[in-house]
């Protein structure tokens, strides 16, 4: 009995679940669609790197001996849709079962639920072991919770995973976060130390052409292309990572500088979402690191919590709340985003930054997406499905497992509160307290209501003031509401009075 095993852009794991017994006669099936291409208009690089990483992918498979049928984008025979792939693949290889390890959609799995139905034939779902926290084991983690925080999940997975853990059950270093260190502002001078760039063969250099043709109308740039578009040029770059870059993750972490998109962060997150990397193995190598001492503790761990935390915290979220978590809105937000999303044209020079990079590299550092332009976005009220679908468009990174929670819960706080226990709003003292930005900017970050003035800054009260009827009982939110109560009536009205100002010149492009 032939199985029809099918293998998605973003399980690109020799260790994928959907393979693990797959048989001589069982046939592989991916296929590059344009419909999973363009639902949103992904960055072409973000689709330049997958097509080629896929096309890698099933090269690799072949010369193991397993039988793949892979559909190009430019085959005419193409259908563009995923399920009618799916179709005539069965009808073709006579399948009478398909396997497949569960998406990282919420929409796409009710899709190969429903195939039972419409393709009649049994549909076999599997979860996806990559992760270190299934689905249902973050579903009873959360029963047994009032309010469920990241930090004691990171606990729980430290304890479960044994990762940065001592002999007598205590975490390393006598506590269990050392994120206090990892908050400086950026040094004089702080750069970007030099990235490895890899070799292009001719799959990549064909995959280049098809995507230059078919989607140079999506925002981003194409060139320089420098992507690992394998497991082992992404191996490449987790080793320079870890040997150079890791012992001083934790010190700039928060930082952000001008013309410097990447600091010291790994850059390894589209690597592992597509599967070219593995969790586990990633934080047992920072862990190794510390251990030979090679990498201070503040650093290993606060890396480490990003995978071994956020990033499987994320994904539970995502999982237990969905379908509703998409449609969550719990400020209200509504106002279009602004033409400078697309174009980095603004005077605003920490937004105008924020965007370039997404534009040249697929790529914004955390600090940037949730601090800059997510804060903004945050601040003005923008709609909250427009800004999610322009991160899920535009980070060669972005699925909608993690950047749904990321930006409706933590940046836009769009789920009131069950991501973050409060909004990460922030006026422009924090954006120059932790980079360059404000040097260059014909704004000033101490300024308020005058004609130069920091648009973050009313917007920040703007946003405290129309919201307090939501945020007022928020516990950690108390003496932000002190302070606009000492304001006094007068200067309040002036704050929102320059708030609208700014919400005008943004609709007319002159901010
Ligand atoms: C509004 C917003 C949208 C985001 N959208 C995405 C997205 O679509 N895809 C995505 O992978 N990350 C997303 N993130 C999280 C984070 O910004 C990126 O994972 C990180 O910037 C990737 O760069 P890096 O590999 O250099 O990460 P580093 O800073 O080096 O961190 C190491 C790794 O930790 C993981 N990680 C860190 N923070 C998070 C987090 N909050 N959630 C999940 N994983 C995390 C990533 O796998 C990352 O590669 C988003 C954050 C915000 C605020
Ligand atoms: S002054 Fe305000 S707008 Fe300009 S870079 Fe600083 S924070 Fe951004």
């Not at 098809?210 to 040029?233: C, M, T």
């Amino acid at each position: 009995m032939i199985n029809l095993r099918l293998i998605l852009g973003d399980q690109l794991s020799p260790s994928i679940s959907s393979l693990e017994d797959a048989k001589p006669d069982d046939v592989i099936l991916m296929c590059e669609v344009i419909e999973e291409a363009t639902y949103v208009p992904h960055h072409p690089k973000k689709i330049a790197f997958l097509f080629s990483a896929m096309r890698h992918f099933a090269k690799d498979l072949k010369a193991k001996g397993y039988k793949v049928r892979y559909t190009t984008l430019d085959d005419p025979k193409n259908s563009g849709s995923f399920e009618e792939e799916v179709r005539k693949a069965i009808e073709i290889t006579d399948a009478k079962k398909i396997i497949v390890t569960e998406p990282g959609e919420y929409r796409l799995l009710k899709i190969m639920e429903s195939w039972k139905n419409s393709l009649g034939i049994p549909v076999d779902i599997r979860s996806d072991t990559r992760f270190l926290c299934t689905i249902k084991e973050f579903k009873i983690w959360s029963e047994s919770r009032r309010q469920l925080r990241m930090e004691y999940f990171y606990r729980d997975m430290r304890i479960r995973h044994s990762i940065l853990m001592e002999k007598n059950g205590k975490p390393t270093g006598g506590q269990w976060n050392f994120d206090k260190e990892n908050r400086k502002s950026p040094p004089q001078g702080l750069s970007s130390p030099k990235r490895i760039s890899h070799v292009k063969d001719q799959i990549t250099k064909d995959v280049l052409d098809l995507v230059k043709e078919r989607f140079s109308h999506h925002f981003g740039n194409i060139e320089p292309f420098h992507y690992a578009i394998n497991r082992e040029q992404a191996l490449l770059e987790l080793n320079h990572f870890i040997t150079k870059l890791l012992p001083f993750f934790g010190d700039y972490q928060d930082c952000m500088v001008a013309g410097e998109p990447y600091l010291y962060h790994s850059l390894i997150s589209s690597y592992l979402n597509a599967g070219l990397l593995i969790p586990l193995e990633i934080c047992n190598k920072a862990e190794e690191a510390y251990r030979l001492g090679k990498a201070p503790l503040n650093a290993v761990e606060g890396f480490i919590r990003q995978i071994l935390g956020w990033r499987e915290y994320v994904r539970g979220i995502y999982w237990l709340h969905m379908p509703e978590y998409g449609k969550m809105n719990y400020l209200k937000a509504k106002e279009p985003i602004p033409g400078f999303y697309w174009t980095a044209n603004t005077k605003m020079t920490c937004v105008a930054e924020a965007i370039r990079h997404t534009r040249d590299h697929a790529y914004s550092h955390h600090i940037q997406r949730l601090m800059v332009t997510g804060n903004f976005a945050l601040l003005a009220g923008l709609d909250v499905q427009q800004v999610q679908e322009w991160y899920l468009a535009v980070y060669s990174d972005a699925y909608e497992w993690v950047e749904m929670p990321n930006t409706l819960g933590m940046a836009l706080f769009g789920d009131g509160g069950i991501m973050g226990s409060k909004p990460y709003a922030a006026s422009g003292k924090y954006i120059h307290k932790m980079s360059n930005f404000c040097d260059k900017c014909p704004y000033n970050p101490q300024e308020t209501t005058t004609n130069n003035a920091c648009p973050f800054n009313a917007l920040y009260w703007d946003f405290m003031a129309r919201n307090q009827e939501k945020l007022k009982q928020n516990h950690r939110l108390p003496y932000v509401y002190a302070i606009w109560k000492k304001f006094g009536l007068e200067k309040q009205k002036n704050i929102l009075a320059k708030a609208r100002e700014i919400i005008t010149f943004m609709r007319e492009g002159k901010l």
